[in-house]
């Protein structure tokens, strides 16, 4: 049986946690990091040097970067499924995941730690509204991309379009006053329909 080490609210464990129901495989997940702690003890780390969630153990194989962990998952078990066949649309799909990594997630960051985990009288009001701002930016070109194509990598769902429906989740709590993005919100509502997200992160709290 896959193993899943991490805790159940991580964006990155939702994402491989989404991955597997996607692709109809079970996985054990073990609560690790954030309240959890063990993370950074040394049997996890002889499986993850840096400490972080989440990590995949299969028959004595261990991965760990959750974007990589998908890629494999897509490509063993679900190509087709969540690896595009064609090798532009698989690029593509690529390049959103990266994207998401390097724009999207960082751009999030401030304003999910001080609105989520910061007791309202610490909380740096200038760091969130100019992490809403960067999330707003960010919003803008998936819109751009979703005016052109019914999912981010091409006309049907893949594994590009997980990241940025986790976030862009996080997005609808953190940013209350919002532009129109009319097919960010066609979108998101396709995505958000499918049973893997509506368990794995719509039915999770932030935290």
């Given amino acids: 049986m896959l193993k899943v080490w991490g805790r159940k609210t991580s964006s990155n464990v ?5 991955a597997l129901a996607e692709i109809g495989e079970d996985a054990e997940r073990i609560d690790i990091g954030g309240p959890f702690g063990k993370n950074n003890e040394p049997p996890y780390l002889a499986m993850n040097p840096n400490g972080r969630v989440p990590t995949l153990e299969e028959d004595g194989f261990t991965l760990w970067e959750s974007n ?18 064609d090798a532009k649309q698989c690029a593509l799909a690529n390049q959103w995941m990266d994207w998401c990594s390097t724009i999207l997630a960082p751009a999030h960051q401030d304003a999910f730690v001080g609105l989520i985990r910061t007791p309202p009288e610490k909380r740096n009001d200038a760091l969130i509204e100019a992490s809403r ?5 960010a919003m803008r070109i998936l819109d751009a991309q979703l005016a052109k194509t019914a999912f981010l990598a091409g006309p049907g769902f893949s594994m590009g379009d997980m990241p940025a429906a986790i976030f862009t989740h996080r997005y609808w709590s953190l940013v209350p006053e919002r532009p129109d993005l009319p097919h960010l919100v066609r979108w998101h509502s396709a995505v958000a329909a499918r049973p893997g997200f509506q368990d794995h992160v719509q039915a999770v709290p932030l935290s």
Wanted: aromatic share 8%; no cysteine.
């Fill in 14 to 18: 939702q994402k491989v946690m989404w």
């Fill in 133 to 137: 701002k960067a999330m707003i930016a």
């Fill in 68 to 85: 990589a962990i998908v890629r494999y998952l897509a490509r063993l078990h679900g190509r087709g499924l969540l690896e595009p066949e």
